[in-house]
């Protein structure tokens, strides 16, 4: 597990160390003794765990957390500090913080605190939970007690309601309103959870008096303001305004899946033509393998080469080459379904999964490219370049072990096509 552990005294980050070494997980750890070189660390890798100090020589750890997990959200993280706050545990839960860790707890609460984030539960010591009520941190008898200064202050969603049968809205901050378009003339009626995320782990967290937290880093939903938003929610019951009570804070991470998204395309699309890459039509293709292996459903490959497309290159230049490659690609959406995966594997070959189909299915379809391409490559921007396709066609078979075994089945039929006169359709057993 790739680890972050910021503290600027070296003793204590050596401590931390040792007791991480003692787990049965095993740790990858860096160390930051401020919150530059943690900044730094972040920006050169991607962590499963991270353990910072509130008190920092060039900052506090809440205002990391904050920007950290918005970039984050799926590393777990651990608050740590001197002061043994119920208000500062509060503070770090609505920054995003997956527990709150008191350093003079660490050696003996360390290991509970990884199991319980592991379960998706804010951890705070029992200690510290059950510790006496003060003005200053309004504690209650179960997780915490929230006051509304440090709610109103939060930039995210923060919702409370009665933790009864009733349910009714007590409590909505300004971030509420303003990003889940949530209005404050429904505090006192019923809020009904499954209305808005229907995740049943969570409904059965709300039913379970034995649990205090929950949470989860990414679920979508489209019953708020947005449609399609991605939430990471935190969940805790806790005393408000003296009765027992729930609350839920919510960090909008739809951006950042977004993000999360466009990137993933674009590692597994061909920037060109705009199909599957390599990487990206073996993630799919095993996917329709295991099922097809699965249900018993027939699963066929179609593989393509480009007659003498170097000397379309050669003799118009590859600028052109590029258009004719694009034009192909074009072709190859329009004949084939929406399920199958049509992808560039590089040059003028394309692969292309065709989904829920035999051997006959697919020639057929092959068959209608083909001649589509026939007439589609006569002339390419205004060039009369007579470009053909070539194509070889195989089924799944019981004993194919991976989709390797029918691409390569595919490949000895279109060796055969190229050298039995080119622009054809070959297939068989």
Request: proline letters at 3%; glycine letters at 6%.
């Amino acid at each position: 597990m790739k680890t972050l552990i910021v503290d600027d005294h070296e003793m204590f980050r050596m401590g931390l160390v040792a007791l991480l070494g003692q787990m049965d997980q095993d740790y990858d750890i860096t160390e930051a003794g401020d919150l530059a070189s943690a900044n730094a660390a972040v920006e050169q890798n991607d962590y499963d765990l991270l353990l910072i100090d509130f008190n920092l020589p060039d900052g506090n750890g809440l205002q990391f957390i904050q920007a950290f997990k918005t970039r984050n959200f799926s590393c777990d993280v651990i608050m740590m500090s001197g002061t043994e706050s119920q208000e500062l545990a509060a503070e770090a839960m609505l920054a995003g913080a997956n527990g709150f860790l008191p350093k003079s707890y660490a050696g003996s609460e360390v290991k509970s605190a990884l199991n319980k984030i592991m379960d998706g539960e804010f951890f705070i010591p029992d200690k510290l939970k059950n510790a006496p009520k003060d003005s200053a941190s309004m504690a209650g008898s179960t997780l915490l007690s929230v006051g509304a200064n440090v709610l109103d202050s939060a930039l995210d969603p923060v919702i409370i309601f009665e933790n009864s049968e009733k349910h009714k809205l007590e409590y909505i901050n300004q971030a509420a309103e303003q990003g889940l378009g949530i209005g404050r003339e429904l505090i006192g009626q019923v809020f009904r959870v499954e209305d808005y995320i229907s995740h049943q782990p969570l409904l059965e967290f709300l039913k379970d008096p034995a649990r205090e937290s929950f949470m989860l880093s990414a679920i979508q939903t489209s019953h708020f303001k947005k449609s399609d938003q991605w939430l990471s929610v935190s969940c805790s019951k806790i005393e408000f305004l003296g009765s027992p009570s729930v609350m839920f804070y919510l960090k909008d991470i739809t951006d950042l899946k977004n993000r999360e998204a466009d990137l993933e395309k674009a590692s597994n699309t061909d920037p060109m033509t705009e199909l599957l890459n390599r990487r990206g039509f073996y993630l799919k293709a095993n996917e329709e393998f295991d099922r097809a292996k699965r249900f018993n459903q027939p699963l066929s490959i179609v593989t393509c080469d480009l007659d003498y497309f170097k000397r379309l290159n050669d003799n118009f230049g590859h600028d052109f080459g590029d258009a004719v490659l694009k034009a192909f690609s074009s072709a190859c959406r329009s004949t084939f379904r929406k399920q199958d995966l049509p992808a560039r594997f590089g040059g003028e070959e394309f692969v292309i999964g065709v989904v829920n189909a035999d051997q006959k299915e697919a020639e057929t379809i092959a068959e209608r490219l083909r001649k589509s391409w026939q007439d589609i490559g006569r002339e390419i921007e205004g060039e009369a370049c007579l470009s053909t396709v070539s194509i070889g066609v195989a089924q799944l078979k019981k004993e194919d072990e991976d989709i390797d075994a029918v691409i390569k089945r595919a490949d000895q039929h279109l060796y055969y096509a190229k050298e039995n006169g080119r622009n054809q359709v070959c297939g068989g057993a």
